[in-house]
């Protein structure tokens, strides 16, 4: 079913980018599960410094655009690769489905935010929360940790991304179980928290605007889910969250961008991986997307109050990304096939 659903997806998203033409530009395509808001900023700023480049983008979830990379190997679409995270670009990297490319600021990141041999580079760094629709939830009795939210006065209340598709919900998915890991040495009392929160849970949806169509009409008034979306959410679309960092920490994902092996636009492709991370845009992406950049030498007084509030609360959880990049298909396979939508009958 996870194969199914997948290639799927990357048929309608192939056949909706055939349809597209070309205007005599250079036509860069770039995959990213960053939204239309932030794709449509940086496509439009780019064009406006490149005039012969046509950025063309489908945005999809991190671990469809992996996929989709995979089923393309032969003959790639894609340019660029802008969002996902450093699990899942460990992964395409050990594929060799990327290209290495050291950009220009390469020393202004940590060495646990980059790939060793430069086939990926961090550019934000992103807190997993709860959220909940202030209108159905006072914030006073609101969860503000992951176990709060298994507590059965939740039951049907709970509504979240399919965690399949999505990184940052396979991210979520995999601390618990590292959790278990190393709090037992297995990753049974994971899996039961999975089941706990698939008792609570009402559905899963298939994309992001699904899942804020829910929340905005309270048909679930809790999710779980990165912060820059959620925060930026009451802006871009009018519906009232709030939300918190689990107080016993959180996953914070290093967000990345890469360079697709078999390019045929190499250098407009390393054009459109340098903007998008120079200083400047990293500070406009902090302003107007609540993106907390990977770069050490942005300063923080450039940032926004949401931004710097992020960084003076998270907790980050201990992720260990090698036991992730080797088992996390696992995990989510067992997931998908023992777990999901049993707790319902319950």
């Avoid at 697709?260 to 400047?280: I, N, P, S």
Wanted: glycine residues 4%; proline residues 6%; aromatic residues 8%.
């Amino acid at each position: 079913m996870i194969r199914l659903r997948s290639s799927l997806v990357a048929v309608m998203l192939f056949a909706l980018a055939s349809c597209a033409k070309s205007d005599g530009r250079t036509v860069l395509t770039v995959y990213s599960p960053h939204g239309k808001e932030l794709l449509s900023w940086a496509e439009s700023e780019f064009e406006k410094a490149n005039p012969t480049i046509d950025v063309q983008w489908v945005d999809m979830g991190a671990q469809e655009v992996l996929d989709r990379l995979r089923a393309e190997r032969a003959n790639p679409q894609a340019d660029v690769w802008f969002g996902a995270t450093a699990e899942i670009f460990d992964r395409a990297a050990k594929e060799s489905l990327l290209v290495a490319y050291a950009p220009t600021w390469k020393n202004a990141v940590d060495s646990a935010a980059r790939d060793p041999r430069d086939r990926w580079y961090g550019t934000y760094l992103t807190p997993e929360v709860i959220a909940w629709n202030t209108q159905a939830i006072d914030s006073a009795s609101a969860p503000r940790d992951w176990d709060d939210v298994l507590d059965p006065k939740w039951k049907g209340r709970v509504v979240i991304r399919d965690p399949v598709a999505s990184g940052s919900m396979r991210a979520i998915f995999g601390a618990q179980i590292l959790r278990s890991i190393r709090e037992t040495g297995k990753p049974d009392a994971g899996y039961e928290w999975l089941r706990r929160l698939d008792a609570n849970t009402k559905e899963y949806v298939l994309n992001p605007t699904i899942l804020y169509q829910k929340l905005g009409r309270q048909e679930g008034a809790i999710t779980l889910y990165n912060m820059p979306d959620i925060a930026t959410l009451t802006q871009r679309v009018g519906i009232p969250v709030a939300y918190a960092f689990p107080k016993s920490g959180t996953p914070l994902l290093v967000d990345g961008i890469a360079i697709v092996r078999g390019t045929k636009h190499e250098a407009e492709a390393r054009k459109y991986y340098e903007f998008v991370t120079t200083k400047q845009a990293m500070i406009e992406a902090a302003r107007k997307f609540i993106r907390i950049p990977a770069r050490t030498d942005i300063p923080h007084d450039s940032l926004p109050r949401e931004v710097a509030r992020a960084l003076d609360e998270i907790k980050p959880m201990p992720m260990d990304r090698a036991m992730l990049a080797a088992h996390l298909d696992e995990w989510m396979t067992y997931w998908d096939s023992n777990i999901r939508n049993r707790g319902k009958t319950k």
